[in-house]
T-cell receptor
Framework: GQNIDQPTEMTATEGAIVQINCTYQTSGFNGLFWYQQHAGEAPTFLSY????GLEEKGRFSSFLSRSKGYSYLLLKELQMKDSASYLC?????????????FGRGTQLTVWP | DADVTQTPRNRITKTGKRIMLECSQTKGHDRMYWYRQDPGLGLRLIYY???????NKGEISDGYSVSRQAQAKFSLSLESAIPNQTALYFC???????????????FGSGTRLTVV
């Protein structure tokens, strides 16, 4: 496997900030994705990082450190609709170009 | 119409029955994937295909088979369904550009399969 680890569950309150971490161990790293998935629905794309640093998109930001095998997704000004599972996925070079390897997901619950 | 369409959306079947889940796409993507999702286990890859003549096993292919009938169609079959194949199944697509840049997957809406 690709040893992609993320916390199973997190909780936060509306209006707060939450950081969801993802660590990975893989050869041929070629990019990291974050997806959001509401219960019973398909995952939807949130962000992509291939170089070190922070990518910001509105209330959501994603950070990558390739040397540490570490990424995080930062959600600001939390809203009830942000309650969902957040999936970290790694892309590799080599014969499986384009295939994504997924972590088990972090279930975020936002309380009022 | 959705870019990636899965049928059926929901299915209940009996143990031992053969069942086929279908996926079709209008994205023009060459790569197609079948995943299953179980609570707490994330998305696990069953089979994938990088073009019509290419079929590859994923992490959990036992008990499943696939057919890539055309670039736009990729079907998943359970030859003899068993209860532990009860899960949410997703089809996904990507294209040759997936190796570069932020081109990830386009997912279908999923098929909820229950084997009783």
């Amino acid at each position: 496997g690709q040893n992609i680890d993320q916390p199973t569950e997190m909780t936060a309150t509306e209006g707060a900030i939450v950081q969801i971490n993802c660590t990975y161990q893989t050869s041929g790293f070629n990019g990291l994705f974050w997806y959001q998935q509401h219960a019973g629905e398909a995952p939807t794309f949130l962000s992509y990082n291939v170089l070190d640093g922070l990518e910001e998109k509105g209330r959501f930001s994603s950070f990558l450190s390739r040397s540490k095998g570490y990424s995080y997704l930062l959600l600001k000004e939390l809203q009830m609709k942000d309650s969902a599972s957040y999936l970290c996925a790694v892309k590799k070079r080599g014969s499986t170009l384009g295939r994504l390897y997924f972590g088990r997901g972090t279930q975020l619950t936002v309380w009022p | 119409d959705a870019d990636v369409t899965q049928t059926p959306r929901n299915r209940i079947t009996k143990t031992g029955k053969r069942i086929m889940l279908e996926c079709s796409q209008t994205k023009g993507h060459d790569r197609m994937y079948w995943y299953r999702q179980d609570p707490g286990l994330g998305l696990r890859l069953i089979y994938y295909s990088f073009d019509v003549k290419d079929i590859n096993k994923g992490e959990i292919s036992d008990g499943y088979s696939v057919s890539r009938q055309a670039q736009a169609k990729f079907s998943l079959s359970l030859e003899s369904a068993i209860p532990n194949q009860t899960a949410l199944y997703f089809c996904a697509t990507s294209d040759f550009r997936a190796a570069q840049g932020d081109y990830g997957y386009t997912f279908g809406s999923g098929t909820r399969l229950t084997v009783v």
